[in-house]
């Protein structure tokens, strides 16, 4: 009996848990949308030049990884999303190609610096991309800034600088921010989370901007083509993560453990007034089944 209430109890845990999961879907269903800049790069190899800081005390190598990684996870991304939908194929020519350098030189089009100081001594910035576009709306360059440290002197690990170059990667392909918490382009980010995806959603923003590759003629005027500020997810498009490879991927560490997942999800469900109303009417069912059970008489 005692083995028969534990599976109950589990099964519970389990349709709470979708019962969470699926109420937070249906809230953001046909709502995933995405802000872009309005500005394009005109062509599809995008060069990004990673100005390492080897001459300073703070310099850790795994700032360079995180990096590397991010873009190879763009990379991985973009194909991935170029594979699954026929239509939108033209984006599998878009790559970005890293050149690692420890001075800056010129004729790249994305250039990733890090600070230790603060970017902001008002907001807690980590991260900070500036797009120069010229007066057609062509991007010539973007400059990505990466801290090591928050505002409040907290340090960012390795899965924290890969989430947060994710980000501003996507602000320098041209896209804004996204209308979902959930996402990697969301305004808000909180230090000490699980990895970031790339989702369907951001790359589908990417294909916005580079959709002049179907017919490249037409790239001028381009306010012709690119009249909208924003995107919202086809419906014949599944919001979901990416695929990332496993060279990509961030470093496992305690946060992304499925364990300690396992246990924030449960604590999720627990502080929903809901869930924990039907939990408790489930739990005293399952006590009173117990009881009414232990009274039973065997007749042989």
């Not at 804004?176 to 382009?185: A, K, P, Q, V």
């Not at 419906?235 to 990416?242: C, D, K, Q, S, V």
């Not at 396992?262 to 399952?286: G, K, Y």
Request: hydrophobic share 40%.
């Amino acid at each position: 009996m005692r083995r028969f209430l534990a599976f109950l109890w589990v099964l519970t845990l389990f349709f709470s848990a979708c019962f969470v999961s699926g109420s937070e879907a249906q809230s953001q269903k046909d709502e995933y949308s995405l802000q872009l800049q309005g500005f394009v790069w005109n062509h599809s190899t995008v060069n990004a030049l990673i100005v390492t800081a080897d001459n300073q005390s703070w310099w850790n190598p795994d700032y360079l990884n995180t990096s590397l990684r991010a873009i190879g996870q763009w990379n991985d991304a973009i194909a991935a999303f170029a594979s699954n939908y026929s239509d939108l194929s033209y984006l599998s020519n878009l790559r970005i190609q890293p050149t690692i350098s420890n001075i800056s030189e010129p004729g790249f089009d994305i250039y990733i610096t890090w600070t230790e100081s603060p970017l902001s001594n008002i907001s807690d910035e980590v991260g900070l991309s500036q797009i120069f576009p010229n007066a057609e709306s062509v991007i010539i360059n973007s400059t990505t800034v990466l801290s090591t440290h928050s505002n409040h002197g907290n340090s960012l690990n390795e899965v924290d600088m890969q989430n947060v170059a994710l980000h501003e990667l996507g602000h320098s392909l041209g896209l804004g921010h996204s209308n979902y918490t959930s996402d990697l382009m969301y305004s808000v980010y909180t230090m000490g989370t699980s990895p970031e995806s790339i989702s369907t959603l951001d790359v589908y923003g990417v294909a916005t901007l580079f959709a002049w590759e179907t017919n490249s003629t037409d790239f001028y005027p381009i306010n012709d083509w690119l009249n909208e500020s924003s995107v919202i997810l086809s419906p014949t498009i599944e919001y979901r993560g990416l695929p990332v490879s496993s060279e990509n991927a961030s470093p496992q560490t305690l946060a992304n453990n499925s364990v300690v997942q396992f246990l924030v999800l449960i604590f999720e469900i627990l502080i929903h007034p809901e869930i924990l109303a039907i939990i408790l009417v489930i739990v005293l069912v399952l006590l009173i089944v117990g009881l009414i059970s232990r009274r039973k008489i065997t007749v042989k």
